[in-house]
């Protein structure tokens, strides 16, 4: 939704979200997301990423870079945040009468959310539940480096895959060492 001195407005059902004033100069987030609960179970200690954000950064492009570094297939917009005061998720015709859920293609992480602000996103609708702790706006962004996603800077732990499975098939796996009476003719054996 934007006004028309083109800056992002807020319906009135969810003014008490926390914004920035816009004469603020952008800074960079970095904000932890750890992998709670999914199909194997709640997930301990929990596996995580953290993501370095533009401000100019919306919750569309947040959702898209935690799918790529939980390594998830794209759930295609079976997603949602839930932060203190609304949903934030795309807008899905089916569900227009059931959720009031504002537009994440809209909606910028950095207006939004604080250092401190702890959100959950929710991957399939609730069957991935996941903590995101925003821990701190840093030094602004050069506007030249502005990333089309969000930057994943760390990872740690297990990752199950989207079905479950805790252990990722092994075909990134390298092939057993040829036997020495299979050295392939080029190499040369001393």
């Not at 759930?75 to 005061?85: E, G, K, N, P, Q």
């Given at each position: 939704m934007t006004g028309a001195s083109g800056t992002l407005t807020l319906p009135a059902e969810v003014s008490s979200v926390q914004r920035t004033d816009s004469a603020e100069k952008p800074s960079s987030m970095l904000i932890r997301v750890e992998l709670l609960e999914g199909p194997p179970g709640r997930l301990?200690?929990?596996p995580g990423r953290e993501y370095l954000l533009h401000p100019a950064?919306?919750?569309?492009?947040?959702?898209?870079?935690?799918?790529?570094?939980?390594?998830w297939d794209p759930?295609?917009?079976?997603?949602?945040?839930?932060?203190?005061?609304c949903l934030v998720g795309p807008l899905l015709p089916e569900l227009e009468d059931t959720l009031a859920v504002l537009d994440e293609a809209e909606l910028l992480v950095a207006a939004t959310v604080q250092p401190g602000d702890v959100f959950n996103y929710e991957a399939a609708f609730g069957l991935w539940q996941?903590?995101?702790s925003v821990l701190h706006f840093g030094p602004p962004f050069n506007v030249d480096e502005l990333p089309s996603l969000p930057r994943t800077l760390a990872g740690w732990g297990t990752l199950p895959d989207q079905h479950g499975n805790l252990v990722r098939p092994t075909i990134w796996q390298q092939p057993p060492a040829p036997e020495p009476s299979q050295v392939h003719p080029l190499v040369l054996v001393l």
């Open positions: 301990d200690p929990p950064h919306n919750f569309a492009a947040f959702a898209a870079a935690i799918e790529l570094g939980f390594r759930f295609l917009d079976l997603h949602r945040f839930v932060l203190a005061d996941h903590r995101c």
